[in-house]
């Protein structure tokens, strides 16, 4: 596990900076240095380019109504207001994509919940990992506060404690770890309603099993191994 977190931290890292980085605005321009043309809806490829654009349209109409209509922004009228605005651009880029790439609105619009699985997984595998190393070193203070040959008890009910404490740190810290991976990404703080689209948010109550399961199972393999090296002991 500790030889994995590095290569996954690595490969998470690669994902990021292979992101796209055009420059953002926030006057709703859509920038002339990202390339134009007709797309080939049939080929994963350009869908996944489509995709690209329509987010990085949505980030622009997101830092556009920020920088007009924004709580910070001076101009702040409230909630619709700033929706509005956020939505007024975003069709206004929609359109100049649409017709360069030959694709309608609601094409665009669907390509936004057209997330790359590479990405999401990469997020994903790298926090297990630190999450199992985590709980592997607090697994093992628990196995040697209470030890087995002093009965079970005491281990099964520290390894339950564990489990759901630690679920319920691992899905709050995972949440933000997912929350900050996302921000760099994108490269926009305000994430908007675009936390709703992360797979982290999406399924909590799973993750917290999840977590839960993998906590009890490092704790049986550590009991296992010390019962494995007391009997060693004892045999010498």
């Not at 910070?72 to 994509?97: N, W």
């Not at 040959?149 to 489990?163: I, R, S, Y």
């Not at 810290?173 to 982290?200: F, K, Q, T």
Request: aromatic share 8%; charged share 20%.
């Amino acid at each position: 596990m500790t030889r994995l977190l590095p290569v996954s931290l690595l490969a998470l890292g690669g994902l990021i900076g292979c992101a796209r980085r055009a420059q953002p605005n926030s006057a709703c321009e859509w920038p002339h240095e990202i390339a134009t043309g007709p797309l080939n809806s049939s080929q994963a490829s350009q869908l996944r380019r489509l995709s690209d654009d329509a987010e990085f349209a949505e980030d622009l109409a997101i830092r556009y109504a920020d920088a007009r209509r924004g709580p910070h922004s001076g101009h702040f009228e409230g909630m619709p207001e700033y929706g509005r605005t956020r939505d007024q651009c975003l069709t206004a880029l929609f359109k100049v994509i649409g017709s360069s790439h030959g694709v309608t609105e609601e094409q665009l619009r669907r390509s936004l919940g057209h997330r790359r699985t590479s990405m999401d997984l990469a997020v994903m595998v790298s926090f297990v990992l630190l999450f199992g190393f985590g709980a592997s070193l607090v697994t093992r203070r628990v196995v040697r506060r209470y030890p087995a040959e002093d009965g079970w008890t005491g281990p099964a009910v520290m390894t339950a404690f564990a489990a759901i404490a630690g679920s319920i740190f691992g899905v709050l810290a995972g949440e933000l770890w997912s929350l900050m991976v996302e921000d760099l990404r994108v490269g926009n703080g305000h994430l908007s309603y675009r936390v709703e689209r992360i797979p982290w948010t999406q399924h909590r109550i799973g993750l917290f099993l999840g977590s839960a399961v993998l906590i009890a199972l490092i704790s049986g393999f550590q009991y296992r191994r010390a019962h494995v090296r007391g009997t060693g002991n004892r045999t010498h």
